[in-house]
């Protein structure tokens, strides 16, 4: 157990390496030096003055995400008038943790926070990496597969602009190595954090709670149902210094609209030779993401002694909210749409890996192609820069 637990170890930390060198490549060749380039920050959206010097801005677009807990990370308690400068300062804010985390360990210093948020996320993906891994040894694999948690379309995206999703995913993965193991202690702790990432991690509890009251374990449930207080204490404080959310929107057309969807050609995604390979990786990803839940709800179903395990409960949780995006706009492309879901593709690769169901893999990984493309521009700059092309 030790001997395995340590190469989980090794290979979290080339895992965190690997993305971290990923990262500083890319900051030198593709955002001639600036840090700043990775939280994607758009012409279009207002910046803060403070902040306006020094940040590597996209023309003509609205950036992402991870552009407002940038803000967050230096306005933590809207105190400072940066959450005018976020687009809905609700649902940003309710993801407070990893600006949390960055403004702790920049010791609240506004020069060291960018530098700690990129920090940050790279250790959420060595500990996805570290607990995909040993969850895969307990299934008797080998802990390599693992390195699978990398590819994922939440893990891809975090790397690539920032964003809370691979640390949900992480999360997630910690959640199903503590279950299998009992420890119930470092499972109430990963459910306390995941609603603190993001409102989907409210899943992860609600997968221990409805398990525990399907086995009677009364007091447990007592116990865990505490693991919310944090994250409801701080929406109340959000809730009570912000305007509404409109972020529901995008539970338009459930079910029908990844149909719909899976037969819409995306408008002009690129010209020439390109757009066919771009519209066909477009098609294989919303069909692996149809797949994905599937397989996932037909295998929850199938195990019938493990159907109402916190594990199965989570992952049906995350099928349901896979079944109810159903906006156009949220499944504009698998950047958007497959974050969120990750812990169901993760979960369908994990069990492929487990029954050596070889073909269980392409789903997944089709959707984490159509991620993946949006890395091709930073890795042509980096090719470039490296070999002076």
Not at 80 to 102: C, E, N, Q, S, T
Not at 152 to 161: E, N
Not at 194 to 210: D, I, M, Q, S
Not at 302 to 325: D, M, P, Q, Y
């Amino acid at each position: 157990m030790t001997q395995g637990k340590t190469r989980c170890a090794a290979l979290g930390l080339a895992a965190a390496a690997a993305v971290l060198t990923w990262q500083e490549l890319t900051i030198r060749y593709h955002y001639q030096g600036n840090q700043t380039g990775l939280f994607c920050t758009g012409s279009k959206q207002r910046i803060p003055p403070q902040l306006r010097n020094g940040t590597y801005v996209f023309q003509n677009s609205y950036g992402y995400d991870a552009q407002f807990y940038r803000y967050a990370a230096r306005d933590l308690f809207l105190k400072k008038g940066l959450a005018g400068f976020v687009d809905d300062a609700r649902l940003r804010y309710g993801r407070i943790l990893l600006p949390l985390i960055a403004w702790g360990a920049a010791g609240g210093q506004e020069r060291l926070i960018d530098q700690t948020y990129q920090l940050t996320v790279t250790v959420f993906c060595g500990l996805g990496v570290y607990w995909t891994c040993a969850y895969l040894t307990l299934a008797g694999c080998a802990p390599w597969w693992g390195l699978l948690f990398i590819l994922l379309p939440a893990t891809l995206a975090s790397v690539d602009r920032m964003l809370v999703d691979g640390a949900l995913c992480a999360l997630f993965a910690g959640s199903l190595y503590y279950l299998r193991l009992g420890r119930f202690r470092a499972v109430y702790i990963i459910t306390l954090l995941a609603p603190l990432v993001r409102e989907t991690g409210f899943l992860l509890l609600a997968g221990v709670l409805l398990a525990a009251l399907a086995e009677r374990q009364w007091r447990r449930m007592l116990v865990f149902s505490t693991a919310a207080t944090p994250a409801l204490l701080w929406s109340w404080y959000v809730t009570a210094h912000t305007a509404p959310s409109q972020v529901y929107g995008i539970f338009g057309r459930p079910v029908f609209g990844l149909f719909v969807r899976l037969f819409t050609l995306r408008a002009d995604p690129a010209s020439g030779f390109v757009r066919p390979v771009i519209l066909t990786v477009d098609f294989l990803a919303m069909a692996g993401f149809i797949l994905c839940l599937a397989m996932a709800a037909r295998w929850i179903w199938s195990r019938k002694e493990e159907r109402l395990a916190a594990s199965s409960i989570t992952v049906g949780c995350f099928v349901l909210l896979g079944l109810l995006l159903g906006s156009p706009v949220q499944l504009l492309d698998a950047y958007g749409y497959a974050r969120p879901i990750s812990p169901v593709l993760l979960w369908v690769a994990l069990q492929s890996v487990v029954r050596k169901t070889w073909a269980g893999l392409a789903p997944p990984l089709a959707v984490s192609l159509s991620v993946g493309m949006y890395c091709v521009p930073p890795a042509l700059s980096i090719v470039r820069g490296v070999f002076g092309g």
